[in-house]
């Protein structure tokens, strides 16, 4: 939202379901004498509880909350020069931002390293327990026996399968089939456990949280999303399903978390607790420390929330993301939940050169990834559209259990599938060193190699590095369907490990067909400059990375944020190029079947007013086609300044769900005067009634600065003159469109009105605009629901 350009306008009339107002208008209501007559008492000079809050599904009025911050530094400012006390109180405002950003940082660096443990321990708990202490997971069990060999590092004595501990047999069909269900069980029992938990306390919980999040800080209220409960519930459950086996990852749900701390802190300071409009910059900053410790990468996290969640990104908001972030990282690196000094499982080195004959491989990867991003997109929105008109919604609960179970009884034969996720990723991530003992690097070595570890030449490949591909091949199949029915369901779900892993299995495949075709055939053209025989010329790992790129940017959208987290989760620039190909190339094959990224379907299949800078609206309607009252429709309903009784605004208040109502001189001339919300009529004529007396339901609402003239035996009058917006903005009724459409974006409206020389004629709201785009694009205007 760039507001630089609202000072130079001499704020235009605008409307929307949640009204707006200019800067220059709230200071001018904030700071207008209320003179009335002698014996009347403006009750309104004092302020009362409520007032410039929200109702739950609205939009904000961001130019007042703008106002109203300047209005606040301002007081504050001026306070300062007055005392000690007040300096000091004016420079811990000026670092309470700060402040909330490390409190941020610390929790969500803090509650990540838990989870990473926790998941650990509970993942591993499906196919064994550890029998010195039954909180440790397999790895760290076998890092503390005395008996653990190099070569069998995956055995010890003292970590036991199921089939060991309860009939004491560790090999034969008996042992396997009892493992089999012990897997089962315990995938059965986390699902549920998970699915309960948010169904009974906390439903906002479920999902990614990120189309959410944006929503959020596009100006939307979802009370409670942000709150308490859904915190403790969705950190709790995210444990429980990532370690149930579920194709679905704990990146994304760590945005929601960090977001959940931003609100709780910002909660704690009046300076963002009673503006909407810098807790939003403050959440902006909390999803920045979400992806800095679910990725280990604080860069990209900042640029993340810049270039995917935020809506509103102020220069001093990128300082304090990148602030947030460090902290967050920082807090995490001190956890070391993997052991390895690293702030992710499958952080990677690699020490061969990428070769430009490789752009090919990596470009086609880049395809793929459009591809599969597209066929995402399109599946799982038609699941979650069927979900939602169909009795299958009713039954979360069932619904959960049974993907859980059949996910666990395909995942288990197949050891690529039946392994964590991010273990699998960090296994097609690693380069094949001399100590690796995956069947992936089951190559038929050299007896008379005699090289540095780092520099192993290309090998032919072993009966396990085929054994392995056909089953990377089965993993990829099983990864693209079951993946689709998972996103969405009632419990914590990432996309962003699915994703990764879809790409990492054809990239892996990818690269070890290139390796063994330049090995066999090196004296081919394309072969013969780069790769002699002898040489380590191709690394599959890394087609394994760029085909995670690929297929996470086919389905976000992500560019520039996605290659600076890949690079950083790799540890070297030299990588930034073939990242930056399938990106660019992933992106262009997937909007070449919709610009819609899976958050934006989301937002659009939940009927969110989310307004996206990104969408360009090039149709040549204006105003007068857009505008309510349309032709047939009753007329505009509005309160005029001077001649309504308060029981008059109360039955319009009733008999209509608008969310302000336009102030015109009289019926006859419809000359506007200025704007006033519902909420705040509501609460003025509670606190009236309360508060001042003589006022009646016969008594006349005035909004002019002098009380009309009156009978002298009339009840005393109402002035309101303070809660109405004296320059709501207004366009003309041949204003094109795309002028609209654009305003409403870089100033957030939430309605504007339509007026001709003076005279009111109509209203557009926020909602008004989406629906007309959504019918422009041959979508359905009734989708949106919100305003």
């Known amino acids: 939202m760039d507001y630089s350009s609202v000072m130079s306008v001499a704020c235009p009339a605008h409307i929307f379901n949640d009204w707006f107002s200019c800067p220059g208008v709230i200071s001018m209501v904030n700071a207008g004498a209320m003179s009335g007559s002698g014996n009347l008492m403006d009750f309104l000079d004092e302020p009362f509880p409520d007032v410039g809050t929200y109702e739950d599904f609205h939009t904000i009025d961001w130019l007042r909350e ?28 000026a670092w309470s931002g700060w402040v909330v950003m490390l409190l941020i940082g610390l929790l969500a660096g803090t509650l990540a390293g838990v989870i990473d443990l926790a998941v650990d321990w509970m ?6 327990v550890c029998l010195s202490a039954f909180w440790y997971s397999h790895e760290q069990c076998c890092w503390t026996s005395n008996e653990t060999t190099f070569e069998d590092r995956d055995k010890c004595p003292l970590w036991q399968k199921w089939s060991e501990l309860l009939v004491n047999q560790s090999e034969g069909a008996s042992a396997y089939i009892l493992n089999y269900l012990m897997y089962i069980l315990w995938a059965l029992l986390f699902a549920f456990l998970a699915v309960s938990l948010v169904r009974v306390f906390a439903p906002y919980a479920c999902g990614s949280g990120i189309p959410e999040i944006k929503t959020i800080l596009s100006g939307f209220i979802i009370r409670g999303y942000l709150g308490k409960w859904t915190l403790l519930i969705k ?44 807790r939003r910059e403050v959440l902006s900053a909390a999803a920045a420390a ?18 995917e969640v935020s809506y509103y990104f102020p220069l001093k908001t990128l300082w304090r993301s990148f602030f947030a972030a460090l902290v967050a990282a920082f807090t995490l690196r001190s956890i070391n939940p993997f052991g390895n000094s690293r702030l992710v499982l499958f952080y990677v080195e690699y020490h061969t050169p990428w070769y430009m004959a490789e752009l090919f491989p990596f470009i086609l990867l880049g395809v793929f990834g459009g591809l599969w991003g597209t066929l995402f997109i399109r599946c799982n929105i038609a699941w979650c559209r069927r979900r939602k008109t169909t009795r299958l919604g009713k039954y979360p609960v069932l619904e959960v259990i049974v993907v859980t179970a059949i996910t666990a009884i395909i995942a288990y034969p197949n050891p690529y599938t039946r392994q964590s996720t991010s273990e699998l990723i960090s296994e097609l991530f690693n380069d094949c060193g001399a100590l690796e003992s995956s069947q992936l690097c089951d190559y038929i070595n050299d007896p008379n190699m005699t090289r540095p570890v780092d520099d192993i030449p290309d090998r032919p490949a072993g009966v396990g590095v085929y054994t392995a591909m056909w089953q990377l091949a089965l993993a990829l199949i099983f990864k693209i369907v079951v993946t689709i029915f998972t996103f969405g369901m009632k419990i914590p779900s990432g996309l962003f490990i699915p994703s990764m892993a ?40 890394l087609y394994a990375m760029v085909g995670a790129a690929a297929c996470l940017g086919g389905v976000t959208r992500m560019t520039v944020s996605l290659v600076v987290i890949m690079f950083e989760l790799t540890g070297g620039l030299e990588y930034i190029v073939p990242l930056m190909a399938a990106a660019v190339t992933s992106k262009w094959v ?26 360009e609206f090039t149709h040549r309607t204006l105003a007068t086609d857009v505008m309510r009252p349309r032709r047939g429709e009753p007329p505009l309903s509005v309160l005029t300044q001077d001649s309504m009784t308060v029981e008059d605004v109360e039955t319009l208040i009733k008999e209509t769900d608008y969310n302000g109502f336009p102030v015109v001189v009289s019926r ?4 506007l005067i200025g704007f006033a919300q519902r909420r705040e009529l509501i609460l003025a004529i509670k606190n009236a009634r309360q508060r001042q007396e003589g006022i009646v339901s016969n008594s006349i609402m005035y909004f002019t600065e002098e009380p009309p003239e009156l009978p002298a035996n009339s009840p005393h009058p109402l002035k309101l003159r303070r809660i109405l917006n004296l320059s709501p903005f207004t366009v003309t009724d041949h204003t094109p469109m795309e002028t609209v459409v654009d305003i409403f ?41 919100f305003n």
Request: hydrophobic share 35%; net charge positive.
């Open 66 to 93: 703008k106002s109203r911050d300047t209005d606040r530094h301002r007081k504050i400012t001026s306070k300062s020069k007055e005392s000690i006390w007040e300096f000091i109180k004016s420079l811990l405002d």
């Open 123 to 128: 993942t591993d708990l499906k196919e064994g």
């Open 235 to 278: 950190t709790v459950t995210l444990v429980l399903v990532v370690s149930s086996g579920l194709s679905l990852g704990k990146e994304g749900p760590l945005v929601h978390v960090a977001c959940c701390c931003g609100n709780f802190f910002s909660s704690l300071f009046s300076k963002y607790s009673k503006n909407e409009g810098k």
């Open 290 to 307: 979400g992806v800095s410790v679910a990725f280990g990468a604080p860069i990209g996290g900042v640029l993340f929330s810049l270039e």
């Open 502 to 541: 879809v790409g990492a299995i054809a990239g892996r495949m990818v690269g070890i067909g290139v390796e063994q075709l330049a090995y066999h055939h090196h004296d081919w053209i394309i072969f013969r400059n780069w790769c002699r025989p002898g040489a380590d010329c191709v690394t599959p790992g």
């Open 590 to 615: 997937a909007d070449a079947f919709g610009k819609e990224g899976i958050y934006e379907a989301h937002i659009h299949l939940n009927g969110y007013p989310f307004l996206d800078v990104k969408d």
């Open 668 to 671: 006859d001339s419809e000359r």
């Open 745 to 785: 974006r870089k100033l957030g409206l939430r309605q504007c009105l339509v007026t001709r020389s003076g005279r009111l004629l109509g209203i557009i709201t926020k909602k008004d605009v989406l629906r007309h785009m959504a019918q422009m694009a041959n979508q359905d205007p009734e989708s949106i629901m």
